[in-house]
């Protein structure tokens, strides 16, 4: 068990308190975005506006914001600042293999290394501790934004970035990181390395680990808490939102506590778009309450989880929400990165020949996510030499890794071979256990 | 001259060689040489047959992926040193093999190997000029 520490007041308001202040916060973002021609015409045609807003459940009748919507109007259609107000930029991977933006002011940057140094507390984080970064720093949220929440914090940052297991641990050792941020999996890899190096992973100095990035389960949390002998605790949040931070774990690891000062969390019926009721899964649906630069409305993460609003033993009194515990699209996450099956349509069509007959198997045989794309073989495809069909494998591998980012293992199929197990429509057969 | 070879795409699973071979076998086509090239992950089954078209046909029909190539069936002495001198020959002309495998053992101490050059027609007129005998197809149906 962690010491017990909340860094803002504001996680422990009275609800009645707090619903007081997400009102008089989504009239005031309401107001601003009123000045995006997305939104403006949006508020027309509904007949809504900040002043028409008389209580949270009012959310309702605001317009829904999609990825699709922040595609078509790419790259910055989405800001209430001025472009030379802005101070960072950061993207997403998309269906198209382009990354989506989003932006932040001075302002926005402060608030994200606020609400990550908040879950950073709330997981044992202390201004004496070393904590290591492991996540990509780039267009990735993951790096950037844990590390200015430890840097707020007061802790001392190692930004070691992703990949070089073996520079990881020797860094851990040197340094003598207490703190570990990554994605689950690759924590696994990490014990996995430095047993192959014949070093005790157990004799690490690590004591905690903030997990992010990817979906995983509780039986993955019990594991790598015996490999690594640390604490592990999870948190989420997606860029569209804001980056990490928009909930974590606190002390007691029973639910991600939302941080419902900045973001109004509307747990949704994909079909119905209805509310579910209070503890159900459903998509969750934020609309950012304080961002400076490119607050958007109803944003549908596609993300299925579950939100519950019982105290916690921590004294916040946020709700809580579950792991996600799966998509309302056909979005794969592959050791962290986004993968959509039309990024895959897209490398294959990119190599001669190739149709988009072809099956995306996702499988986590042990600790790492392995990608699939079994191709159907076409006549045009067929040549008598060897070494012909290995090259169409690797062409076909290097196009995938060209537009996902991702290492594939490319398997020929004969064409009766996919149907029979897939059939038409289905292009993704994920393996992989990540629901609890 | 030059002989069509079929190649049948194969995925490496139990069964997968038999099924070809037994549409081909119910059509009552007979096989000539057969020769099997593999990955882990698939394989390629090269056929020679007298009814080449007609076999093409059937197995298209049942969904296989099927190329047409050509290649040289090439007669060498059946002794010791018999191919070693045979590609010596190629290889001094620069005639490049892509792969090759045997055909069948004939009773007059010749063997036939069967070759899939870069340039089948190059390899042709080069194998003539150095004196090595191409088998015709009606020598070998």
Not at chain 2, 110 to 132: C, G, N, Q, S, W
């Amino acid at each position: 068990m962690t010491e017990n520490r909340i860094l803002d007041r504001e996680e422990c308001l009275p609800r009645a308190d707090l619903a007081a202040l997400q009102l008089e916060r989504l009239r005031a973002v309401v107001e601003r975005v009123a000045q995006v021609p997305f939104y403006r015409d949006a508020f027309a045609l509904r007949g809504v506006s900040a002043k028409s807003l008389h209580g949270l459940d009012d959310v309702r009748r605001l317009p829904f914001t999609t990825k699709e919507d922040l595609r078509r109007h790419a790259p910055l259609g989405f800001l209430t600042v001025p472009r030379d107000k802005l101070a960072r930029i950061h993207g997403s991977s998309g269906t198209t293999g382009r990354p989506t933006f989003v932006a932040y002011s001075p302002a926005d940057l402060q608030l994200w290394a606020n609400l990550c140094a908040r879950f950073l507390v709330a997981g044992g984080l202390r201004p004496e501790h070393t904590a290591q970064v492991a996540f990509g720093y780039g267009l990735f949220t993951g790096g950037f934004g844990l590390h200015y929440g430890i840097e707020r914090v007061g802790a001392t940052v190692v930004p070691a970035a992703s990949g070089n297991t073996r520079r990881q641990i020797e860094l851990m050792q040197d340094l003598g990181s207490e703190v570990l941020i990554c994605t689950p999996s690759y924590a696994l890899t990490i014990a996995e390395t430095a047993r192959e190096l014949g070093i005790d992973p157990r004799t690490l100095p690590l004591k905690f680990a903030h997990f992010g990035g990817e979906p995983w389960t509780e039986a993955m949390r019990a594991q790598i808490e015996a490999e690594l002998d640390i604490l592990a605790f999870n948190n989420y949040g997606l860029s569209e939102v804001i980056g990490p931070g928009v909930s974590g774990e606190c002390a007691a690891r029973a639910g991600m506590h939302l941080q419902e000062d900045h973001f109004l969390v509307e747990c949704l019926d994909p079909d119905s778009l209805e509310p579910v009721p209070e503890g159900e899964p459903g998509e969750l649906v934020v609309t950012a309450l304080t961002k400076e630069a490119m607050p958007l409305l109803r944003y549908r993460t596609r993300d299925i989880a579950r939100i519950w609003r019982e105290p916690c033993a921590c004294g916040r009194t946020t709700a809580r929400m579950s792991r996600v515990t799966g998509r309302t699209d056909d979005m794969l996450i592959i050791r962290g990165v986004n993968v959509y099956p039309s990024q895959i349509e897209e490398a294959l069509l990119r190599v001669e020949g190739t149709t988009p007959h072809y099956l995306i198997e996702v499988d986590r045989p042990d600790i790492r996510d392995e990608l699939t794309i079994r191709v159907e073989v076409l006549p045009e495809l067929m040549s008598d030499r060897m070494d012909q069909m290995q090259k169409l494998r690797e062409r076909i591998g290097r196009e995938v890794l060209t537009v996902t980012g991702i290492r594939a293992a490319v398997e020929l199929a004969a064409p009766r071979t996919l149907e029979r197990f897939a059939g038409k429509a289905k292009r993704v057969n994920d393996k992989r256990r990540l629901s609890d | 001259m030059k002989l069509p070879q079929l190649s049948v795409f194969l995925e490496n699973r139990p069964g997968s060689l038999a099924e070809p071979l037994r549409l081909l076998a119910d059509a009552r086509i007979n096989l000539v040489s057969i020769s099997l090239a593999d990955t882990e992950q698939f394989g390629i089954l090269r056929l020679v047959l007298k009814d080449w078209q007609a076999a093409k046909n059937v197995l298209e029909r049942d969904g296989w992926v099927v190329n047409v190539s050509d290649v040289v069936a090439v007669d060498v002495p059946d002794e010791p040193g018999g191919l070693v001198g045979m590609l010596d020959l190629l290889a001094a002309e620069g005639v490049n093999i892509e792969y090759m495998y045997a055909f069948c053992l004939r009773r007059n101490g010749r063997a036939v190997l069967i070759f899939r050059f870069e340039d089948p027609d190059a390899a042709i007129a080069t194998l003539a000029r150095v004196k090595l005998a191409v088998v015709a197809d009606n020598e070998l149906f």
